[in-house]
């Protein structure tokens, strides 16, 4: 959860709800609710990994270039849209020497690129004009070799050598930037930290025919730098079926990621397959890459950033503002961007937010102000959480009971609504009261300790297996699925003693 400006109450979704019903239910929770003077969390942020002294990425594109200046101009406004740019010297010395390589054998060598690493878990790379090209951090995590990765910077810098970008722009609105992402919400702050005013971006889609040509350029160009041909096709395959992992959670707003703007349909895996043939037999032509590459991305950041805060299990954590609580076991914490969202056996859900306090008021006059629709005002109580000063009440909605708790720690207000099916008064007692009696501040020990997941790189041992591996892994209760998918390891497939495998740990 980021706590965000009510000037910037739009930010993108990354997170998935869980079930089609519960997603029904946490709109009913949300529209109960009128969200109000909530503040920017990201002025207090500091990355877990600093900016590198001496940053590989490109720095400058193409001087006096009008279609350098397109990218340049909206360049702020994608990093801001996706997070924020992700800073690692090993990351940026291997995406840097892959994009070296590729440059060399491209359509116009001439060509330089800014390549940005982008702060998001989503699975996503493209290309804006003038040699913008932007790969995110969730995909670096999803590829299991260099040649995978190089897949999908050729294809986005076809792109830029093709003119795509030019060429779409000739028929949209002048407003309409050129790219193959769908619409996103922009939402972080950009200069001075001052929060921007909610807006949308739509970033339109290159034509079928333009994708075409860049996979065939792509493939092209991968080969010739002797990369593995076939991992554009090979990295296509991962994509979908980490989509189809996402998706058995529940489907979020697929705007983020990369599948949602380039179709993998089976023509265009087959094409690249074939094109691909031209420069061998499968398995016997080309560098995969895989040991520099396991070196650049070990300690990646995976999933959520620290200004979002952490699920683990049934607990959210957040070491900026120093708070934790747990949800009842059956439950599911989605940390949503707006909000912190949990959803229960029977078709109970739970929201988390908080608002800035600076007039330091009653709650119980502030739990009566008008946010809460549905307010039953006889039931409004004051009290202690945990020795901090709260408030609740009871409210009913459409078919929906709430209980609303509020508590103040410092100058913020937290906020917990709760909501079951009309007439289930103990379940919502029960729900609110582990809420409650969980809701605590974290000693500074507690914050400093608390660490954000991570790819770690290990060796495989004597003995060890799949499933071995497998429970080394934090942060999802799909263990070997995930485990599998990040490491490119089909059904069937066993390790090696000696084998570099990736997991997700602190």
């Known amino acids: 959860m980021t706590e965000i400006n009510s000037a910037t109450a739009g930010l993108p979704l990354h997170k998935r709800a869980r079930t089609a019903l519960a997603s029904r239910v946490l709109s009913v929770v949300a529209a109960s609710v009128l969200l109000s003077g909530c503040e920017s969390l990201l002025d207090t942020y500091e990355p877990s990994v600093a900016p590198s002294n001496k940053p590989q990425i490109v720095d400058e594109v193409q001087k006096n270039d009008p279609r350098a200046e397109m990218g340049a101009r909206e360049h702020p406004r994608i990093v801001a849209s996706y997070g924020g740019e992700y800073r690692d010297v090993k990351t940026e010395q291997l995406v840097a020497r892959i994009t070296g390589a590729l440059t060399q054998v491209s359509e116009n060598p001439n060509q330089s690129y800014r390549i940005t690493i982008l702060n998001s878990p989503a699975i996503n790379a493209f290309a804006l004009p003038g040699g913008y090209v932007y790969v995110t951090r969730g995909l670096l995590a999803l590829a299991t070799d260099a040649s995978e990765v190089a897949a999908v910077l050729s294809h986005e810098m076809a792109h830029v050598t093709a003119n795509h970008g030019i060429e779409r722009q000739r028929q949209e609105e002048a407003a309409v930037i050129e790219s193959r992402v769908v619409a996103e919400v922009l939402s972080s ?83 690249a397959r074939r094109h691909a043939r031209a420069f061998g037999m499968d398995g016997k032509v080309g560098d995969k890459g895989t040991n520099y590459f396991l070196d650049g991305i070990d300690g990646l950041l995976y999933g959520d950033s620290p200004q979002e805060g952490y699920v683990r299990g049934q607990t959210f954590l957040h070491a900026n503002l120093a708070i934790r609580f747990e949800v009842p076991a059956g439950f599911r914490i989605d940390n949503k961007a707006e909000a912190v969202m949990a959803t229960g056996p029977g078709d109970i859900a739970v929201r988390f937010d908080l608002v800035d306090d600076k007039a330091g008021g009653s709650l119980t006059d502030y739990i009566g102000s008008g946010w809460v629709t549905g307010l039953q005002p006889e039931t409004i109580r004051s009290g202690f959480v945990n020795g901090m000063p709260a408030a609740t009440a009871r409210a009913s909605a459409d078919r929906w009971d709430f209980d609303v708790t ?72 799909r263990k070997v699925e995930l485990f599998r998918l990040l490491n490119g390891l089909p059904i069937g497939a066993n390790l090696t003693v000696g084998q570099r495998v990736k997991i997700v740990a602190e």
């Open 189 to 271: 702050p950009i200069a001075g930290k001052q929060a921007i005013a909610r807006q949308k971006l739509r970033l339109a889609a290159f034509s079928r025919n333009q994708e075409l040509q860049a996979d065939v350029i792509g493939v092209r160009m991968l080969g010739e730098a002797g990369y593995d041909p076939y991992a554009a096709a090979r990295f296509l395959d991962a994509m979908g079926a980490y989509s189809r992992f996402n998706a058995s959670l529940a489907d979020s707003d697929p705007s983020m990621d990369f599948l949602s703007s380039h179709p993998s349909t089976p023509q265009r895996v087959e094409l």
């Open 406 to 477: 509020v508590v103040r720690n410092g100058q913020k207000i937290y906020r917990f609504l709760t909501a079951v099916p009309t007439g289930r008064a103990d379940e919502l007692t029960a729900t609110a009261s582990k809420l409650r009696t969980t809701f605590r501040r974290m000693s500074p020990g507690e914050a400093a300790k608390l660490k954000p997941l991570r790819i770690r790189v290990v060796t495989v041992q004597t003995g060890e297996t799949v499933q071995t591996m497998s429970n080394r892994m934090l942060g999802t209760d």
